[in-house]
């Protein structure tokens, strides 16, 4: 069984997927960890959005994630797993600007990876119990 938006989901979980390496590159790096946090935010973020499509539903133009998690139906696992992304909303403009930099540690910066891995995890394992082939690139 495969969705009306199963391609162009699959598409934003992708990038997210490439979000994700990015990060986790940045962090085994030692290096650069503002933009690891970047990209696990927006990893996060693209992984709502796939579900929002998914579910038919247009995703806003926003990068809140504990919004955008919050316009997805009732019934999917996701919405209950993470109940504050806060910390990821964070880093969706302070991770890509100069400014102010903030101190994060390596370790700070993986934790932060690791959640939006773990979100991206149970966004899969919510699609898939809906039809949703992984396919190999997922």
């Not at 938006?5 to 390496?21: G, I, N, Q, T, V």
Request: proline share 4%; glycine share 6%.
């Amino acid at each position: 069984m495969s969705a009306p938006y199963s391609d162009e989901a699959r598409r934003w979980l992708l990038f997210a997927r490439a979000d994700l390496e990015a990060g986790h590159h940045n962090v085994a790096s030692g290096r650069f960890h503002h933009i690891a946090c970047f990209h696990a935010q927006q990893a996060a973020e693209k992984c709502l959005k796939a579900v929002l499509v998914w579910s038919g539903i247009d995703p806003p133009r926003i990068h809140d994630l504990d919004e955008l998690r919050d316009l997805i139906p009732d019934g999917w696992a996701v919405r209950e797993a993470f109940p504050d992304l806060a910390a990821l909303s964070f880093w969706a403009v302070h991770g890509r600007y100069p400014g102010e930099w903030l101190d994060i540690s390596t370790d700070e910066a993986a934790s932060l990876v690791e959640t939006a891995d773990a979100l991206f995890a149970h966004v899969l394992e919510d699609l898939g119990s809906r039809g949703f082939e992984r396919g190999e690139a997922l």
